[in-house]
């Protein structure tokens, strides 16, 4: 199909859409809690999906649970996952080993007080994960088990017990004495059971293959709920797959396909418009679960239509489903299970992943490109805002694109610039005295504001001319272009242009004019080389010309202008690629000495886009890496994150505006960002920094054996060595949280994690005593904290490390150092003073001489590390006894390239730094050799083979991180190393040919990574 027939189909499709979603939504009086938002229509519901690819064991995710520790676990069909916003850990089913789960199918899940977890599985029947072994509890199946294998659902009593839905029927397990009882509901029941639910009345209520059923309180019967609306009695009738209690008090039911339903308060049954029975014949979806929202929105999760976001008496439900031409949407359509987490969190279990989102998140909104709906984007990235007089938002788009928002309708009009303009980006909007709307792209176009019908290259004279920025005055445009400032008078079509005389200071001072803006009774022109300031709209020469100068802190702080703004409080803000620059009060007539507010000040780039000022005085700035708020009173800056709705990245065009009803709005590379000022809201809940995974000298310890904030871990004397996972478990803007640890008494500073890396701390060889091991998580947004945790570190001495080995030990001292004084006396009775003074001479001369020739004998020149000879004397001694012993064979990447591109003086720079880095990274009894040429060797006794890995990529990561510096050039250097570690009864010839071949495959595999030989 060619680009354009493709293109007409698209627009027919959105155009669709649109008219039906408008006929919508005009019925709409209130179905979520935005809808006083205008801007809540185009807004995208923005979710972070862990799936395969992150470490899940299957794609179709059942059911999600959140423990006490805070962490999530999450049931798949191909096993269970605990997660904790970084790390997965799964579990599967174990052959031979009752420890495991009995099925990998997981249906359900539920959390218990002791940390632990109940698994309800296909196949299975029920489990209970013991945190403090990490092991499962499988229940029989049968007499005193559950009544059959497949578990649909789990509920909580609220007297310290679950209920259970099964294929063949119900049943009751007492947490205290871990008993399985079957619940008889009649005869005229069926047994399938797919959900269950004990209300705050303490009625009990049943879902299964025939209905709604309740047990009432104090009664032994089940009966079918009276329902007197038939819509409602479809409901009710059908299979009943799930069934909820909300915050009010409303009981909701969702069925197999007639929809769902709610009770509420006082008794009576209401449908979901539009989801509630049979819709002209056709079946509804299966209803999952349902979840309410903070705001009282119940969304209904479905099996093949996405999740349906109602709030109880609104007139139609909003649908929150997969688009793939939006990534961050649903990744999925079929939802089996959701859950609000203690942080605010929407979790949807998808058949692509399970799927989170932050509703609090409020601050900033996103409206993204999609071809498939119409309250969409048409394009990608967002050039030009523009409010009309009649309240109308004007976006300009790539290629030719112009979005049209009308407010007030809640509808989007999605327009295309045709002839010479039909592939150029839309960059300016200006609007005349009559209403018409003038668009800058490739020359002018014209949009009728009644018909919004187009005029393109309305103004042959600039058919060939980018347009970068328009203002008006009066009937006259003034365009910005990369070839100075054209006039052009919409009436008499007259056009006049001046540019930037190379010979004349008061001329423009570019001519690639950005932004254009009238300023008090001035106007102001933002070009690449600084500001032009003309007194009048007609000037074509007599600038002030405002440019930075590297001696004058008060001039501009960078010349690359971008947007130029006045606020209320007559503060002028100029957006540069240096920083911000401020004229605090501001004056025509001068003097122009800014203040610079910049990354010293907390920006996160000095590489400033547009700006816009909110009604409480405060400047919002659109930046290449983001979002930031000055405080208008304090000062201080802000940059926002995805905790605030930021999810758009980038802004490089200056492209902002005012919304109609006070919202901002900014242009970026991906979409358009709205920020809500008036939802600058309390700071959210605190999370909990949280170990959520330990080892200990290798073994990891079981969850329910994690130590909590402030507790105390203790290593015994054998290994030492300590690994600390931990993560704030808000859950939100992962890679916009920093990580960092300390170990007091052994670091010096904080070790900051590297962004993008797993929170943790690693240590070996821990000397004995107590030490505090310091765990530090930082967030952005407006409302940044620092939240820290401690962990008691108790090392075990070693029997030598007694007091009692100490006292023993220094009475010997003494003993042998008396002995050796009487024997010396002896000795020097017997001997002259003269030629005992003549033997220790020589001696201590011999013996120099002896050590400096061994020295020569065994080190490497160039390095001063052992050479290949003495390396394997040592190494040699090392494995006549039975102590574990590693070696680890290093070799430079590409060497000879290196040699051929820099020479041989620095490549012996490098050969040096290999030994440096090396002999930092390794213990002090590690033993350091030169094997050969750019080869190097390490020895590692009394080391694991995961403990030689470890200090293999510590070395490795070190020469990513530190570049060889030779003569003003910087060089990378990668290393490959190949690990083996002793077998018994093998020679060091043996070992170091296992390393080698190690070596070999690391090489093999593409290098700069290490191999352990098997």
């Known amino acids: 199909m060619s680009r354009p027939g493709w293109l007409q189909m698209v627009r027919l499709r959105a155009l669709n859409l649109f008219a039906l979603t408008a006929l919508l939504f005009s019925t709409l009086a209130s179905a979520t809690a935005v809808d006083h938002d205008p801007w809540a229509p185009f807004e995208s519901t923005w979710f972070d999906t862990v799936s395969i690819a992150g470490g899940l064991p299957h794609s179709i995710t059942t059911a999600v649970a959140q423990d006490n520790r805070g962490v999530m676990w999450i049931g798949t069909m191909g096993g269970l996952a605990r997660y904790d916003g970084y790390r997965i850990q799964t579990f599967e089913t174990r052959h031979g080993d009752n420890a495991g789960l009995p099925d990998s199918y997981v249906r359900s899940l539920l959390t218990l007080r002791d940390g632990g977890m109940l698994v309800g599985t296909n196949a299975g029947g029920l489990a209970r994960f013991n945190p403090e072994t990490d092991t499962f509890q499988t229940y029989p199946i049968g007499v005193k088990g559950t009544s059959d294998r497949k578990i649909y659902a789990l509920s909580n009593d609220h007297n310290g017990g679950v209920w259970i839905a099964t294929d063949s029927g119900v049943d009751h397990l007492n947490l205290s004495t871990n008993l399985l009882t079957h619940l008889h509901t009649g005869p005229t029941i069926s047994k399938r059971t797919f959900s269950v639910r004990q209300d705050r009345a303490g009625n009990l209520w049943l879902g299964n293959d025939h209905g709604l059923f309740v047990r009432r309180t104090g009664s032994q019967r089940f009966v079918r709920p009276a329902t007197p609306d038939k819509i409602v009695s479809t409901v009710v009738h059908n299979q009943i797959w799930a069934i909820h209690e909300d915050r009010e008090g409303r009981l909701w039911a969702g069925s197999g396909q007639a929809g769902a339903a709610y009770r509420d308060t006082d008794g009576s049954w209401h449908g979901v418009p539009g989801f509630s029975g049979y819709q002209d014949g056709a079946r509804q979806p299966t209803v999952r679960g349902f979840l309410e929202t903070a705001a009282g929105v119940m969304w209904i999760g479905t099996d093949g239509n996405g999740v349906l976001a109602y709030r109880p008496g609104a007139t139609r439900a909003k649908t929150i489903d997969h688009d793939p031409a939006i990534p961050s949407s649903l990744p999925g359509n079929t939802v089996r299970a959701l859950l609000m987490d203690r942080s605010g969190n929407l979790w949807a279990a998808t058949n692509l992943g399970i799927a989170r989102t932050n509703p609090d998140a409020r601050v900033a909104a996103s409206v993204l490109p999609s071809p498939l709906e119409a309250r ?16 109308r938002v004007w976006l300009g788009l790539d290629g030719g694109h112009i ?9 989007m009009h999605h ?15 200006a609007e005349s005295a009559d209403g018409a709307l003038w668009v800058g792209s490739q020359g002018l176009a014209r949009i009728d504001p009644d018909t919004l019908a187009i005029q393109d290259s309305i103004e042959p004279r600039l058919a060939d001319t980018p347009v970068l920025s328009m203002q008006r005055s009066g009937n006259t445009l003034l365009i910005g272009t990369y070839d100075g400032v054209y006039r052009y008078h919409t009436t008499t079509r007259q056009l006049t242009h001046f540019r930037h005389e190379p010979n004349d200071t008061s001329s423009l001072a570019s001519d690639t004019v950005r932004e254009i803006a009238r300023i008090g009774n001035t106007w102001w022109y933002g070009t690449t080389r600084g500001i032009s300031v003309a007194h009048d709209a007609h000037s074509s020469r007599g600038f002030t010309t405002l440019a930075h100068r590297a001696d004058d802190l008060t001039s501009l702080p960078q010349d690359y202008i971008g947007s130029i703004l006045l606020d209320s409080r007559q503060r002028l803000w100029v957006s540069t690629f240096g920083g911000l620059g401020v004229l605090d009060p501001f004056s025509s007539n001068g003097p122009y000495r800014f203040r610079t507010i910049s990354t010293a000040q907390g920006l996160a780039s000095n590489k400033i886009n547009a700006t816009l000022a909110d009604a409480n005085g405060n400047l919002w700035l659109s930046m290449s890496n983001g979002i930031a708020m000055v405080d208008g009173s304090s000062g201080a800056v802000y940059n926002l ?25 900014f242009g970026g590379q991906g979409g358009l960002t709205v920020i809500r000022p008036d939802l600058l809201s309390s700071p959210p809940p605190k999370a909990p920094l949280v170990i959520t995974a330990a080892k200990v000298n290798g073994a990891p310890l079981p969850f329910g054996k994690l130590p909590k904030s402030d507790g105390t871990i203790t290593l015994s004397h054998q290994g030492r060595s300590l690994q600390v996972g931990f993560a704030l478990l808000d859950y939100r803007a992962p890679l916009e949280t920093t990580y960092s640890y300390r170990m007091t008494g052994l670091d010096d500073s904080w070790t900051e994690i590297p962004k993008g890396g797993l929170p943790s701390a690693i240590y070996t060889n821990i000397p004995r005593g107590s030490h505090t091991l310091r765990l530090r998580a930082t967030t952005r947004g407006m409302h940044p904290r620092t939240v820290e945790t401690d962990l008691l570190v108790v090392v075990l001495p070693m029997w030598f490390e007694t007091i009692w080995a100490r006292i023993i030990a220094v009475l010997l001292f003494f003993l042998l150092v008396a002995a050796l004084i009487h024997l010396r006396t002896l000795y020097l009775k017997r001997q002259a003073r003269q030629l005992q003074q003549q033997i220790d001479e020589h001696t201590r001369d011999l013996r120099a001489a002896n050590q400096r020739l061994d020295q020569l004998a065994g080190t490497d020149s160039l390095t001063g590390a052992y050479n290949r000879r003495r390396f394997v004397e040592l190494v040699s001694e090392q494995m006549n006894s039975d102590r574990p012993l590693c070696i680890a064979i290093f070799d430079l990447d590409h060497f000879k390239q290196i040699n051929d591109t820099y020479g041989h003086l620095a490549g012996d720079r490098v050969i040096r730094t290999a030994v440096k880095l090396i002999t930092q990274y390794s213990r002090q009894q590690d033993l350091v050799g030169r094997y050969g040429g750019e080869e190097f060797v390490l020895c590692l006794p009394e080391s694991s083979a995961q403990d030689a890995l470890e200090t293999a990529e510590r070395v490795r990561q070190a020469f990513v991180a530190n570049l060889v510096t030779y003569k003003g050039q910087s060089i990378l250097v990668t290393i490959s190393a190949g690990i083996a570690c002793r077998r018994a009864g093998e020679s060091i010839e043996q070992l170091l040919s296992r390393a080698d071949r190690a070596l070999y495959q690391a090489k093999h595999k593409g290098r700069n990574c290490s191999i352990v030989e098997e």
């Open 376 to 391: 969409a984007l048409s394009a990608t990235n967002v050039h030009a805002i523009y409010v009309d007089t009649r309240d």
């Open 403 to 411: 979005d049209m928002v009308d407010l007030n309708s809640a509808s």
């Open 415 to 429: 327009l295309h610039l045709g002839g010479t303009q039909v592939h150029r980006d839309v960059q300016a909007f």
């Open 641 to 665: 994150d995805t905790r605030d709705g930021l999810q758009i990245p980038s802004y490089i065009h200056v492209a902002a505006a005012v919304s109609p009803g006070g919202e901002l709005l």
